[in-house]
């Protein structure tokens, strides 16, 4: 099985048995009201610090808490790997500067956007996928990426998993080597008694990403 059919099985099976365990949303408690309410105010003021007018959310998930940010003129496009999510978001949440699509980060042409952002997605990838799908965000024609960055120096960030499973990453150590972000977001994540504090939403200019790509 390739990487895509691979990420699709994966993450299809937990859609359809809710293994992320919220009572709120099918996409984690990373997605709860509560747990990004700093990102829901702070989204906007980026957004517009780096002119960014356009916006590739994938995986976009249910779309919980993104349809209650303010993004004034910003096109959104929401895209996920699992066709039922991606068909109920259209039916529910369309509008003449929201839309969504079936795409896999992975192996899909994306659509060119001023950013991509991929919130808790990369997290749950094997490091093969993760350079996947970094390569193909960066052949996207996007100016920025906006991806879930944790700053501490744990040693257990950046360990190889399979799909699905979950660790930090932190893509200024190995093996990404990536400059420090040019601005982030601290999401103030409570989960496991604050032992994730460090979680953000960081952004950097693709073409720094681009240069870094040499692994795996």
């Given at each position: 099985?390739?990487?895509?059919n691979?990420?699709?099985?994966v993450f299809?099976?937990?859609?359809?048995?809710?293994?992320?365990?919220s009572?709120e949303?099918?996409?984690?408690?990373?997605?709860?009201?509560t747990?990004?309410?700093?990102?829901?105010?702070?989204?906007?003021?980026l957004l517009r610090?780096?002119?960014i007018r356009s916006?590739?959310?994938?995986?976009?998930?249910?779309?919980?808490?993104?349809?209650?940010?303010?993004?004034g003129g910003v096109?959104?496009i929401?895209?996920?790997?699992?066709?039922?999510?991606?068909?109920?978001?259209?039916?529910?949440?369309r509008?003449p500067?929201?839309?969504?699509?079936h795409?896999?980060?992975?192996?899909?042409?994306?659509?060119?956007v001023?950013?991509?952002?991929c919130?808790?997605g990369?997290v749950?990838?094997?490091?093969?996928?993760?350079?996947?799908a970094l390569?193909?965000?960066?052949?996207s024609?996007?100016l920025?990426?906006?991806?879930?960055?944790f700053?501490?120096r744990?040693?257990?960030?950046?360990?190889?998993?399979?799909?699905?499973q979950?660790?930090r990453?932190?893509?200024?150590l190995a093996?990404f080597?990536w400059p420090?972000?040019?601005?982030y977001?601290?999401e103030?994540?409570?989960?496991?008694d604050?032992?994730?504090a460090d979680?953000?939403?960081a952004?950097?200019?693709?073409?720094?990403i681009?240069?870094r790509?040499?692994?795996p």
């Amino acid at each position: 099985m390739n990487q895509a059919n691979e990420a699709q099985a994966v993450f299809t099976e937990i859609y359809h048995r809710n293994q992320w365990g919220s009572p709120e949303s099918v996409s984690g408690s990373g997605s709860e009201m509560t747990r990004t309410r700093h990102l829901r105010a702070e989204l906007p003021h980026l957004l517009r610090e780096f002119n960014i007018r356009s916006v590739l959310d994938i995986p976009c998930g249910d779309f919980n808490w993104m349809r209650h940010v303010d993004l004034g003129g910003v096109h959104y496009i929401g895209a996920d790997i699992v066709p039922e999510l991606v068909e109920h978001n259209r039916r529910t949440y369309r509008g003449p500067r929201i839309q969504f699509e079936h795409l896999d980060v992975i192996a899909s042409p994306l659509p060119k956007v001023d950013a991509v952002l991929c919130r808790d997605g990369l997290v749950h990838f094997p490091h093969a996928s993760i350079a996947a799908a970094l390569r193909n965000i960066c052949s996207s024609g996007a100016l920025y990426l906006l991806t879930t960055h944790f700053s501490f120096r744990t040693p257990s960030a950046n360990e190889e998993i399979d799909f699905g499973q979950w660790r930090r990453l932190n893509f200024e150590l190995a093996p990404f080597h990536w400059p420090a972000p040019r601005r982030y977001i601290i999401e103030g994540c409570d989960e496991h008694d604050g032992h994730f504090a460090d979680k953000s939403l960081a952004i950097w200019p693709v073409q720094e990403i681009r240069s870094r790509l040499q692994w795996p």
